[in-house]
Nanobody, 123 residues
Framework: QVQLVESGGGLAQPGGSLRLSCATS????????LGWFRQAPGKEREGIAC????????LFVDSVKGRFSASRDSAKKTVYLQMNSLKPEDTAVYYC????????????????YGQGTQVTVSS
């Protein structure tokens, strides 16, 4: 079955960086889109980025565009979210997600989610 395990969260200062990892298992990444979502306290979960498992193309929402990047390592079956220039409003639980879609990815509700990792941006 599809399994996703996030890691790399923690405390960062404003302007700092963190890299999240998502270890995947139970499916062939090439035939899936991988998404990154986050949920801030008192807010609904929102999709912020995705990466195509087949061609590595990415998509980002405006709030993180230019600051965040995504990549994948098919050999390690791992997806990454590099977060730079962090802001306090980036504080949230971050989730990795997967959906069986071949080709370009899109940001919408996915079928499978990990357990999440906390990211806190504070001085």
């Amino acid at each position: 079955q599809v399994q996703l395990v996030e890691s790399g969260g923690g405390l960062a200062q404003p302007g700092g960086s963190l890299r999240l990892s998502c270890a995947t298992s139970g499916f062939n990444m090439e035939y899936y889109s991988l998404g990154w979502f986050r949920q801030a306290p008192g807010k609904e979960r929102e999709g912020i980025a995705c990466i195509s498992g087949s061609d590595g193309s990415t998509l980002f929402v405006d709030s993180v565009k230019g600051r965040f990047s995504a990549s994948r390592d098919s050999a390690k079956k791992t997806v990454y979210l590099q977060m730079n220039s962090l802001k306090p409003e980036d504080t949230a639980v971050y989730y990795c997600a997967a959906d069986r879609v071949f080709g370009a990815c899109a940001i919408y509700e996915y079928d499978h989610y990990g357990q999440g990792t906390q990211v806190t941006v504070s001085s």
